[in-house]
């Protein structure tokens, strides 16, 4: 069992930067694949990044390739989302999920979050 616990969301202008941590509880934290996710009004969960666990490989959806950074820290049982050149578009409630592999469906991820909320201002 995992659980997780977002933190980092906020209020931000257009071009500006913010990160996200996710804290999660149990001893095997190590051995699970780490998404990020987000879900706008009126819209579809959508896959933002994923990492494996040793941090060895990512991925990123193509809206956020080159601007936002997933990282993990496994001695500190957190995984982090660096979003720099932020956009009104990047307005979501952002979730971490825990998961068996780098996947980008929801479906395949096992353990998530409650999210939480960016805003970015135009």
């Known amino acids: 069992q995992v659980q997780l616990v977002e933190s980092g969301g906020g209020l931000v202008q257009a071009g500006g930067s913010l990160r996200l941590s996710c804290a999660a509880s149990g001893r095997t934290f190590s051995s699970y694949a780490m998404g990020w996710f987000r879900q706008a009004p009126g819209k579809e969960r959508e896959f933002v990044a994923a990492?494996?666990?040793?941090?060895?490989?990512?991925n990123y959806a193509n809206s956020v390739k080159g601007r936002f950074t997933i990282s993990r820290d496994n001695a500190k049982n957190t995984v982090y989302l660096q979003m720099n050149s932020l956009r009104p578009e990047d307005t979501a409630v952002y979730y971490c999920?825990?998961?068996?592999?780098?996947?980008?469906?929801?479906?395949?991820?096992?353990?998530w979050g409650q999210g939480t909320q960016v805003t970015v201002s135009s």
């Open positions: 999920a825990a998961g068996p592999y780098v996947f980008i469906l929801a479906s395949s991820y096992d353990y």
């Open positions: 990492i494996s666990w040793s941090g060895g490989s990512t």
